[in-house]
């Protein structure tokens, strides 16, 4: 970049720390100490260098450190991800890089339910998306990104990659799934607000994620390209709302997916299209923040290209400024190099996104990173256990009440079933602190006819008779099975089900077909639901969406009436269970 066009850049940075609009992202809000720093920086690399800032570049395992401090050392990349183990190690690879590393690192994290999406032995989970799509107080989504946040910048991570916005109104989606909101534009919107808004205010870049929207597809883009056919005035509608309103609400940063968009785009990936990434997302909805291209690496793009870096060439010439999950950077730099030579990408663009993800590092203050942080973090366990407990309580949703007489009276004789999973213990405790006489179950989720008949034939002696359902996968894992196959269809055992759904629970169910008083509980993705055909004959219905300690405690507590259920469906199960039900009682 000339000196004259460095200047303006300058003073454009200058320009809106002080007459900042709303829909500029909140790193723009630079010193001069900032852009000074940033000027000099980039001013110190040569042609190679400053591409290779552009590439965050993964970490998988312990074992990959070797291979990304090479990187780092000969090519001088912006970033890394991080994928897997634990806290101690990735501080200690984080320290190690950071001390090699010629220009400041920017390390990232897909942390869409926290540290242990990523590092789940000693990082802290928080509820799925899907979950927190159930719940009304979006507020306490604000309380745990910003829990998140503090919690990454303690592992020295400047950027999460989430949260999700694609809006599923695709129960056949094998990726999206329980990692939406839902499928009910405003409720993802609103929630998706609170959610990067607690990032960001905590300093960690938020990056919403898969533009222009991957919800309504059956194909996981990690293995091949999904279509979306829909045209412009559908995306419009749907797909691209979240999107329009997060921009001018000024999010940081968006992740384009490898989609095939036809009435977009005909020939590239939305991810390598310039249509969709240039002139949608940078001219139409005027996103001035960072854009990151979904794993370079995915099957979606290596199956169609033949040869590293090219796919990496062609996403930063489509207008993204971040190619993310890419190894080869050698022949990345090469593709570059050609397309520049060629006309097609320009050094005053690569220049561009160049400052622009400098002046974000310098935002999240990883320039005084100077490879010392504490291996041994100091998250507050306590708090974030009270938060979960609190989203949680929020988001168990009643589908529906036809008893009777919910309310559970000194001397009943409860059962509780557990079909997959043991664990009753905050159940029986609240029942029998009520002065209920309580006895429980457990079936394996194969368990034999005969052994399903005998625990049935014994539940026909009680009052009232709880059954919680868990062992589920959170993923179908094959195609699902929709109840709107046929209304009265039955169990069949020859029959392989999704979400590791099995024939001994709904057998179970047809079995229990006439017990009175018998309410029931599902802890898994709400579209389980969608493989229970027949469910009419219950008492009472509940989703609690995943297999959570703090879930199965805000059931107990609901069902024995000393919190009100509050949740309600983020997603359309089937003709039975539509978007927006829940009964709050």
Not at 68 to 84: A, Q, S
Not at 159 to 173: K, Q
Not at 535 to 555: F, K
Request: glycine content about 6%; proline content about 4%.
């Amino acid at each position: 970049m000339s000196n004259l066009k460095a200047l303006i850049f300058l003073l454009f940075f200058c320009f809106v720390r002080v007459h900042a609009q709303t829909n500029y992202p909140k790193f723009y809000q630079a010193s001069w100490e900032d852009i000074v720093w940033v000027d000099s920086v980039w001013k110190s690399l040569n042609e190679d260098e400053k591409i290779a800032q552009l590439f965050v570049v993964p970490h998988y395992t312990k074992g990959s450190l070797k291979e990304v401090k090479m990187l780092v050392k000969k090519y001088n990349v912006g970033g890394v991800i991080f994928f897997k183990g634990n806290v101690e190690d990735q501080i200690q690879a984080i320290n190690e890089l950071n001390r090699l590393a010629k220009t400041p690192l920017i390390h990232t994290l897909d942390a869409e339910w926290g540290l242990g999406m990523r590092l789940p032995k000693s990082g802290i989970s928080y509820p799925y998306a899907m979950t927190l799509g159930a719940i009304e107080n979006d507020s306490l989504i604000y309380q745990m990104t910003s829990q998140i946040a503090e919690q990454l910048k303690q592992v020295g991570v400047g950027i999460s990659y989430g949260p999700v916005v694609d809006i599923n109104n695709n129960p056949l989606n094998p990726v999206i799934s329980y990692r939406s909101f839902g499928e009910d534009r405003d409720r993802v919107t609103s929630k998706a607000e609170m959610y990067f808004k607690g990032l960001e205010d905590h300093k960690v870049l938020s990056v919403i994620k898969h533009f222009p929207g991957h919800g309504d597809t059956n194909v996981d883009s990690h293995k091949d390209l999904p279509i979306i056919p829909f045209d412009k005035n559908r995306l419009d509608s749907l797909e691209l709302f979240p999107y329009k309103q997060l921009i001018q609400m000024g999010v940081g940063g968006v992740m384009t997916a490898h989609l095939s968009v036809p009435q977009l785009d005909k020939n590239y990936p939305s991810s390598l299209s310039k249509n969709i990434v240039n002139n949608l997302l940078k001219e139409e909805l005027n996103f001035k923040g960072l854009i990151f291209t979904d794993g370079i690496l995915m099957d979606a793009i290596t199956k169609r290209y033949d040869g590293y870096g090219k796919g990496d060439a062609l996403a930063l010439e489509a207008g993204n400024d971040v190619v993310e999950f890419t190894n080869h950077v050698g022949s990345a730099i090469k593709e570059v190099k050609k397309r520049i030579n060629a006309g097609t990408l320009t050094w005053d663009q690569i220049d561009q996104k160049g400052w622009k993800f400098l002046l974000l590092k310098r935002w999240a203050m990883l320039d005084h990173q100077k490879g010392n942080m504490n291996t041994q973090p100091r998250f507050d366990i306590q708090k974030a256990k009270t938060l979960k407990q609190e989203l949680c309580d929020e988001a168990v949703t009643l589908l529906f009440d036809n008893s009777e007489k919910r309310a559970f009276s000194k001397g009943d004789k409860v059962a509780i079933v557990n079909i997959g999973k043991n664990s009753d213990t905050h159940l029986k405790d609240k029942l029998s602190n009520q002065g209920c006489t309580v006895k429980s179950y457990y079936l394996s989720k194969y368990a034999s006819e005969t052994d399903l008949k005998k625990v049935v034939q014994q539940l026909k002696q009680y009052d009232q008779i709880i059954t919680q359902f868990g062992s589920f996968y959170m993923s179908p894992r094959m195609k699902t099975i929709a109840v709107e196959i046929g209304q009265g269809s039955k169990a069949d055992p020859n029959q392989k089900y999704p979400y590791g759904i099995t024939y001994s629970m709904l057998k179970y169910m047809e079995l229990t077909e006439k017990l009175s008083q018998h309410h029931a509980v599902f802890y898994g993705n709400a579209y389980v639901l969608r493989s229970f055909p027949n469910i009419e004959h219950l008492s009472s219905c509940t989703v609690a969406y995943q297999d959570l300690p703090e879930l199965r405690n805000a059931y107990a507590k609901a069902i024995t009436d000393e919190i009100p259920f509050k949740g309600v469906l983020p997603v359309s199960i089937d003709k039975r269970f539509k978007v927006g039900t829940g009964i709050k009682k």
